[in-house]
């Protein structure tokens, strides 16, 4: 669970190493050797993960996490987040160089654990410098990001001709192709819009900013699901999180992962409700954030890969400290997980109730089984021993724990990870980390990273494989 960078040398002289989620995202590029870099499909030029045989998939919370996406909080898109930490979905204010360290340290431990971590930075500046096809796909990201209009109270017709041209589509291309990559990222995360008077003067326009940062983008959680099929797009309720989407099928696509669906209009989803529990089952809380109209699309259009779904009904909390399932549970072996001990039991008033859906085989189609289940019975009826967490516990982020396979979970909440280890049916390790900036945005390391590969546990060698 240690890290330490190492310094190279060239000719005797100490080079800083690449950082190293660029080396990650260049092993995982590097793994794939079935065509020339020049010769793949536009959108998969720069990073086809793994091998030809490998995609996304999750099927076990508690299988082995080898592939994590996250996103290093970005200074100028946190920045303007921080500004307004309200305004923003923040919980509190946050000091940005803190989160900058702590989420370095967060990245360090998955890396100590094997995981490949690849942040959002370096997917979307990868091989652009010299691949011209990766080079234009970020152009066009940005180009999408950037708009120009004219200020409040003006018209185009008020510009010089000669200097019309200056807002439109040609001159912002124009733009776009000059800027190095770092601008076009930086572009991309804040999503300017110039707006343009006239001056009459000098060079004849006058030009004031807003943005729309993508302040949240560090939970890269919530923007997809990855599920036995492979991941599925989500849709975010909050309209300051709705591009955030975009930006992730991007990199998602760029690593040639399969992206097997996306949820439409009435649906939402947000990938901090859902937990894969096997082949056999998933679950999908809906409430405040993801729906019902996001269930169905999942099961009409066979997106989970299990036989049975079950959806964990908020009914009659909805509240934005427990705004998803991953804030009051969390797996953490196959037979043990936590819960928030306030929603347990069926007298109580936040209670959470599951409907269980079956696949029929020879339809494909999935039909309502149980109706109406309290979840704390439901997981004792699927073998689980429950580790009760303190409402007071609860909003300190001690059920937004991250698994990466075999029980080794990282927490940021100390008592609680003590109480876990003491647990009799708990078997595995906790490894607490200070991520109290991060969590200041309201979320934590489940959050905080989307693990698009989990090795299945069905295709583990066995010993005497091995």
């Known amino acids: ?20 989620s660029y080396l990650d995202v260049a092993s995982v590029e590097n793994g794939h050797h079935t065509a020339h870099a020049f010769k793949r499909s536009k959108m998969s030029t720069v990073c086809t993960l793994l091998e030809s045989n490998r995609k996304a998939v999750q099927e076990h919370e508690n299988e082995m996490a080898e592939v994590v996406i996250v996103c290093e909080p970005e200074q100028a898109s946190l920045m303007m987040g921080g500004l307004h930490p309200r305004g923003s979905l923040y919980e509190r204010p946050i000091n940005i160089d803190t989160a900058k360290a702590q989420h370095a340290e967060f990245r360090n431990q998955l890396r100590a654990h094997g995981v490949r971590v690849l942040t959002v930075r370096e997917i979307l500046a990868y091989n652009v410098e010299d691949n011209v096809s990766a080079r234009v796909d970020l152009e066009d990201l940005a180009f999408s990001a950037l708009d120009y209009e004219m200020a409040a109270g003006h018209k185009v017709d008020e510009l010089a001709k000669e200097d019309r041209k200056f807002i439109s589509d040609d001159y912002k291309r124009e733009v776009i192709e000059k800027m190095g990559v770092g601008q076009l990222v930086d572009t991309i995360m804040t999503n300017p819009t110039v707006h343009l008077t006239p001056s009459h003067r000098d060079t004849g326009l006058f ?7 993508l302040s949240n983008l560090v939970y890269t959680r919530d923007q997809q699901i990855t599920t036995c099929k492979g991941i599925v797009m989500g849709r975010l309720r909050s309209q300051q999180r709705q591009r955030e989407v975009q930006v992730m099928k991007f990199c998602i696509t760029k690593l040639g992962l399969n992206v097997v669906g996306e949820i439409r209009e009435p649906g939402f989803l947000e990938g901090g409700d859902f937990f894969p529990l096997g ?8 409430g405040l954030r993801s729906n019902a109209a996001a269930a169905s699309q999942l099961m009409e259009e066979d997106l ?13 909390d909805q509240d934005q400290d427990r705004m998803h399932l991953d804030c009051v549970f969390s797996v953490l072996s196959d037979t043990c997980c936590i819960m928030l001990e306030n929603i347990m039991g069926e007298a109580s008033p936040t209670r959470r109730l599951v409907d269980e859906y079956e696949r029929d085989p020879a339809t494909g189609k999935y039909k309502m089984v149980r109706q109406g289940v309290e979840l704390a019975a439901y997981m004792r009826g699927e073998g689980y021993h429950i580790v009760p967490i303190t409402a007071e516990h609860q909003l300190a982020y001690a059920c937004n724990v991250l698994n990466l396979g075999d029980s080794r979970v990282i927490s940021v909440h100390a008592p609680s990870a003590r109480q876990i280890v003491k647990s009799p049916h708990f078997k595995g390790d906790v490894r607490v980390i200070d991520f109290s900036s991060i969590t200041s945005m309201y979320g934590s390391v489940h959050c905080a990273s989307q693990v698009v590969r989990r090795m299945p546990r069905r295709l583990m060698p066995t010993p005497a494989q091995e």
């Open 304 to 316: 989970l890969g299990t036989r049975r779904f079950a959806v964990v009904r908020d009914d009659f």
């Open 1 to 20: 669970w240690r890290y330490q960078r190492r310094k190279v040398t060239m000719f005797g002289t100490p080079v800083e190493p690449e950082p190293r």
């Open 207 to 213: 030009a004031s900013y807003t943005f729309e940062p």
């Open 279 to 286: 082949a056999d089952l998933a679950m999908l809380g809906i």
